[in-house]
């Protein structure tokens, strides 16, 4: 077999963009599905056959029950979450593998994030409150540990008690309590139990993957591209590298190692937590938006904020990604408005600007307005579609610079056009 390249799935937008239906469309003709960065923040929501399915840290692969999925060393792995979420699943071993240098993501983070959180006041990130920002601080600061630890439960709680010890003034500062020794020990066995069977150095499988089986590697994105901890809203981004050259580190890949690239985009716009958000529609539109398309999070169940379709910002995302395509996703939620919307620039300082400045929270969209449609919802072919429906996709084609290669119709997995 010759050498093949892994592929990217990657959020363009501020998350929720729908990943997870298009990764689990596609898995069914990939072997092997993997995840790269974040936590079980991420919540990807699959339908299939009305049947509806969360994920938080197990790769949208695993519905596909002939695919590989692997969990990454960029990932930050809570071991109470993977264990609830693995129970959905009947037997998974060889199917389910975790990177023994991936960071864990242990109670005592997520206190940690919402302390930090409470002390922000109106500051708040609005973060999940899952510890990732604490989580992937240890891992940079060099005082985290990594999944492979769980081998030996004993050692890795006598380093738990030792980080509580050395920070103890400022643990108590946020009112986080140190652990009990035997209550940490016990549960981190019982992780053990459960975890260590899938625990191993995922690079070298996927390099194996790759080089000597040509299979065929899906890589699933987390978050979305302006969470981006260098390239996103700073600060109120999430704590990892979500964009498609994060992908590599997170997994021990290099550049060649990648193929093709598709941005996953929402046909308008969400994001939830708090930060700039140029397009937010606090009006009756954006209330439509957020009830028509069911836009409460998968993980917090918190109001996702909805506006129009910002193409100055997926432009730029999808030159940051690499994008060879865009998956343009839930098109149907769009059905009935007379009149749809695409952000073409900003104003900003009086100026028409079509980039984004630091201070994005100073920008006014300047908008395009398209025509509506009655019907796209259910649609399986471009033909089917609205004339006014193709041609938002065109302009939005047009705008961006990247072609759309697939169009999302309805949660359900069938219902997807795939663009010759
Ligand atoms: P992810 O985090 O990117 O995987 O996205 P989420 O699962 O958090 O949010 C996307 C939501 O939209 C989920 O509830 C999906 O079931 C749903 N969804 C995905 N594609 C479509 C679509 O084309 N139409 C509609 N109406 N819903 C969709
Ligand atoms: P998926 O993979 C949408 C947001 C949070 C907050 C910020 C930081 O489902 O698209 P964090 O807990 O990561 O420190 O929070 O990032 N956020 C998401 N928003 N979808 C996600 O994941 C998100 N993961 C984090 O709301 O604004
Ligand atoms: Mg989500």
Same mark, same amino acid.
């Given at each position: 077999?010759?050498?093949?390249?892994?592929?990217?799935?990657?959020g363009?937008?501020?998350?929720?963009?729908?990943?997870?239906?298009?990764?689990?469309?596609?898995?069914?003709?990939?072997?092997m599905?993997?995840r790269?960065?974040?936590?079980?923040?991420?919540?990807?929501?699959i339908?299939?056959d009305?049947?509806?399915?969360?994920?938080?840290?197990?790769?949208?692969?695993?519905?596909?029950p002939?695919?590989?999925?692997v969990?990454?060393?960029?990932v930050?792995l809570s071991p109470?979450?993977?264990?609830?979420?693995m129970?959905?699943?009947?037997?998974?071993?060889?199917r389910?593998y975790?990177?023994?240098?991936?960071?864990?993501n242990?109670?005592y983070?997520a206190?940690?994030?919402? %302390?930090?959180?409470? *002390?922000?006041?109106?500051?708040?990130?609005?973060?999940?409150?899952? &510890? /990732?920002?604490? !989580? @992937?601080?240890?891992?940079?600061?060099?005082?985290?540990?990594?999944?492979?630890?769980?081998?030996?439960?004993?050692?890795l709680?006598?380093?738990?008690?030792e980080?509580?010890?050395?920070?103890?003034?400022?643990?108590?500062?946020?009112?986080v309590?140190?652990?009990?020794?035997a209550?940490?020990?016990?549960?981190?066995e019982?992780y053990?139990?459960?975890?260590?069977?899938?625990?191993?150095?995922t690079?070298?499988?996927?390099w194996?993957?790759?080089d000597?089986?040509?299979?065929r590697?899906l890589?699933?994105?987390?978050?979305?591209?302006?969470?981006?901890?260098?390239h996103?809203?700073y600060?109120?981004?999430?704590?990892?590298?979500t964009?498609?050259a994060g %992908?590599?580190?997170? *997994?021990g890949?290099?550049?060649?190692?990648?193929?093709?690239?598709? &941005? /996953?985009v929402? !046909? @308008?716009?969400?994001?939830?937590?708090?930060?700039?958000?140029?397009?937010?529609?606090?009006?009756?539109?954006?209330?439509?938006?957020a009830?028509?398309?069911?836009?409460f999070?998968?993980?917090?169940?918190?109001?996702?904020?909805?506006?129009?379709?910002?193409?100055v910002?997926?432009?730029?995302?999808?030159?940051?990604?690499?994008?060879?395509?865009?998956?343009?996703?839930?098109?149907?939620?769009?059905?009935?408005?007379?009149?749809?919307k695409?952000?073409?620039?900003?104003?900003?300082?009086g100026?028409q600007?079509d980039y984004?400045?630091?201070d994005?929270e100073?920008?006014k969209?300047?908008?395009?307005?398209?025509k509506?449609?009655?019907?796209?919802?259910? %649609?399986?072919?471009?033909?089917?579609?609205?004339?006014?429906?193709?041609?938002?996709?065109?302009? /939005?084609?047009?705008?961006?610079?990247?072609?759309?290669?697939?169009?999302?119709?309805?949660?359900?997995?069938?219902?997807?056009?795939?663009?010759?």
């Amino acid at each position: 077999m010759g050498k093949t390249k892994a592929d990217i799935i990657v959020g363009i937008q501020w998350g929720d963009e729908g990943k997870g239906k298009i990764v689990d469309m596609l898995a069914q003709k990939y072997d092997m599905v993997c995840r790269s960065q974040g936590g079980h923040n991420a919540g990807h929501t699959i339908w299939v056959d009305g049947v509806r399915y969360a994920l938080h840290l197990i790769p949208s692969g695993v519905l596909n029950p002939k695919a590989i999925n692997v969990i990454g060393n960029g990932v930050v792995l809570s071991p109470a979450s993977i264990i609830k979420e693995m129970e959905q699943f009947e037997n998974l071993e060889g199917r389910l593998y975790i990177s023994d240098k991936a960071h864990l993501n242990l109670p005592y983070h997520a206190a940690i994030d919402q %302390a930090k959180e409470r *002390l922000k006041g109106d500051k708040a990130i609005g973060t999940t409150g899952k &510890g /990732i920002g604490p !989580a @992937y601080s240890d891992k940079i600061n060099r005082v985290g540990h990594r999944v492979g630890e769980l081998r030996d439960p004993k050692k890795l709680t006598a380093k738990i008690m030792e980080y509580f010890e050395q920070n103890k003034p400022v643990f108590d500062a946020m009112g986080v309590e140190t652990p009990n020794e035997a209550e940490l020990l016990e549960e981190l066995e019982g992780y053990a139990d459960k975890l260590v069977p899938f625990i191993t150095d995922t690079a070298v499988m996927v390099w194996e993957a790759l080089d000597k089986k040509g299979l065929r590697v899906l890589l699933e994105g987390a978050q979305g591209t302006m969470l981006d901890i260098d390239h996103g809203t700073y600060p109120y981004v999430t704590s990892s590298s979500t964009v498609s050259a994060g %992908a590599c580190t997170g *997994l021990g890949l290099n550049p060649k190692d990648i193929g093709k690239v598709t &941005g /996953i985009v929402k !046909a @308008y716009c969400t994001r939830v937590g708090n930060g700039p958000f140029p397009t937010e529609d606090h009006g009756s539109d954006g209330d439509r938006l957020a009830e028509v398309g069911h836009e409460f999070g998968t993980t917090t169940g918190r109001k996702r904020r909805c506006g129009w379709f910002d193409a100055v910002a997926t432009k730029y995302a999808s030159r940051l990604n690499g994008c060879d395509e865009l998956a343009l996703m839930k098109l149907d939620v769009l059905d009935g408005f007379e009149e749809v919307k695409v952000c073409v620039a900003y104003e900003y300082n009086g100026e028409q600007i079509d980039y984004l400045p630091q201070d994005l929270e100073n920008v006014k969209p300047i908008y395009k307005s398209f025509k509506g449609w009655e019907k796209s919802a259910g %649609a399986r072919s471009f033909d089917e579609l609205p004339q006014s429906a193709q041609e938002y996709i065109r302009a /939005i084609e047009e705008i961006t610079n990247t072609k759309v290669g697939i169009i999302s119709t309805s949660p359900e997995r069938d219902d997807t056009i795939i663009m010759e």
